[in-house]
């Protein structure tokens, strides 16, 4: 299916935030990476894209072997998180970069830092590519687990 998406886009001509997650899944990092940077790059600094934009762009940058580049991506959403509302996204999308630079027990951190930020809870945490090595870490499922 991913590979009837990835024709479809490529069709219609349509680079976005979708196309670039499908690439991704398909294990298709550089590629990926042009298109989040291409996003990135006409994204104005209080567009709600922002953040999961930044986040892809330094996993995938990560996932490529360019770790400087990825800690870049990591500190600007780290200076996004001072700002008013933003209830832990920033937070979050440091954690998508932390599993791409391999840090699992920092992502869990940072996923536990988001919600005390104001995150709520998403089917994202289970099903995103992006995350799927957290999937089984036992700090993880702790930080999975119900709670009262």
């Known amino acids: 299916m991913a590979e009837e998406a990835r024709a479809w886009f490529e069709a219609e001509g349509v680079e976005d935030d979708i196309y670039g997650g499908v690439l991704y899944f398909l294990g298709e990092h550089e590629e990926a990476l042009r298109v989040y940077e291409a996003l990135l790059a006409e994204t104005p ?30 500190a600007r959403l780290e200076a996004l998180e001072e700002r008013r509302f933003s209830l832990g996204g920033p937070t979050a ?41 957290l999937q089984g870490h036992p700090a993880f499922e702790r930080f999975m687990e119900p709670r009262g």
């Open 45 to 74: 600094e209080d567009d709600s894209d922002l953040y999961p934009r930044l986040g892809m762009a330094g996993a995938l940058a990560a996932r490529l072997g360019d770790e400087d580049t990825a800690r870049e991506y990591d």
């Open 93 to 133: 999308n440091r954690a998508v970069i932390a599993v791409g630079l391999g840090e699992l027990d920092r992502a869990v951190d940072l996923l536990e830092e988001a919600f005390e930020l104001g995150m709520g809870y998403s089917l994202w945490l289970r099903h995103a590519p992006e995350l799927a090595e």
